[in-house]
């Protein structure tokens, strides 16, 4: 297996990247969106899956809660995993809700032992209930959470080691947290464990006053950096997705922007060469 770039799917984009799938080697497909499809939308999605591709990303489970994850949502996408076979599908290190409330976001937990625990324990209904464990994606925070006692590079190996599970690392997230808490991008990424590292996300943010990670602008050329960096020691083939939520800009803009994130694999795969 090779290296990949992708994109997400979105509506909005949808023309641009049935236009390009010759330049297009994965979309990246929000599982949420589907949770309530019909069958002639799931038929839908089996069809681009025909063409190109396809992985599944979820938002809503919360896997790093200390709540247990709720097994209606799993196994709405055990549903969408059964009927579309996707290569892969993942969520996110993060709750979004508790004692019954929805806060409608992805909220980082405090990095405790018990968030551990509950990572793992929710990792493996997942397992259970949908047949195979997801990938896992580090989350950008604007706030370190209270209570933790441990930092996240050690957190998210603790998480990798205890579940078995592989990540997906947002170089984005990793970027904006590094410089909103202190912390060198470089040394972040070196120690976390490179095997198990299989998707990466590419997107952008604004700064106010710190960095907002919110998919709505180009990816900074750190992002670019770490990307190349990581597949200096990256052993696995790496499936790389833009994520854009809006503020779209010509499709066009976005393929310049695989091309430069394909250059960065490549630089970085010659420097794990030499």
């Known amino acids: 297996?090779?290296?990949?770039?992708?994109?997400?799917?979105?509506?909005?984009?949808?023309?641009?990247?049935?236009?390009?799938l010759d330049r297009i080697d994965v979309v990246e497909v929000i599982a949420d969106d589907y949770f309530n499809a019909s069958g002639r939308q799931l038929r839908a999605l089996k069809t681009l899956a025909a063409q190109v591709p396809v992985a599944l990303h979820g938002l809503s489970l919360g896997m790093a809660s200390t709540a247990p994850v709720d097994?209606?949502?799993?196994?709405?996408?055990?549903?969408?995993?059964?009927?579309?076979?996707?290569?892969?599908?993942?969520?996110?290190?993060?709750?979004?809700?508790?004692g019954g409330i929805e806060i409608g976001h992805l909220a980082a937990p405090p990095r405790t032992s018990t968030t551990l625990d509950s990572t793992a324990a929710n990792l493996a209904k997942a397992r259970e209930v949908v047949g195979s464990a997801p990938l896992m994606e580090n989350i950008a925070t604007l706030i370190d959470p209270p209570a933790s006692d441990r930092d996240e590079p050690t957190w998210l190996r603790q998480i990798l080691d205890a579940s078995g599970a592989g990540l997906l690392l947002d170089l984005h997230n990793l970027y904006a947290n590094s410089v909103n808490f202190g912390m060198d991008p470089a040394d972040f990424l070196r120690r976390l464990p490179a095997d198990r590292i299989h998707t990466a996300h590419i997107s952008g943010g604004k700064w106010i006053g710190r960095i907002l990670d919110d998919h709505l602008h180009d990816p900074p050329d750190?992002?670019?950096?770490?990307?190349?960096?990581l597949a200096a020691r990256c052993p696995n083939?790496?499936?790389?997705?833009?994520?854009?939520?809006?503020?779209?800009?010509?499709?066009?803009?976005?393929?310049?922007?695989?091309d430069r994130a394909r250059a960065a694999i490549v630089l970085g795969r010659a420097r794990l060469a030499a």
């Open 1 to 20: 297996m090779r290296d990949r770039i992708g994109l997400g799917w979105r509506p909005e984009l949808a023309a641009g990247i049935l236009c390009n």
């Open 71 to 98: 097994r209606k949502r799993l196994e709405k996408m055990a549903r969408i995993v059964d009927r579309l076979q996707p290569e892969s599908w993942s969520e996110h290190l993060a709750f979004v809700r508790a």
């Open 222 to 229: 750190p992002v670019y950096d770490l990307l190349a960096a």
């Open 237 to 258: 083939p790496l499936t790389v997705i833009l994520e854009r939520d809006g503020a779209y800009p010509p499709i066009a803009q976005l393929l310049a922007q695989l």
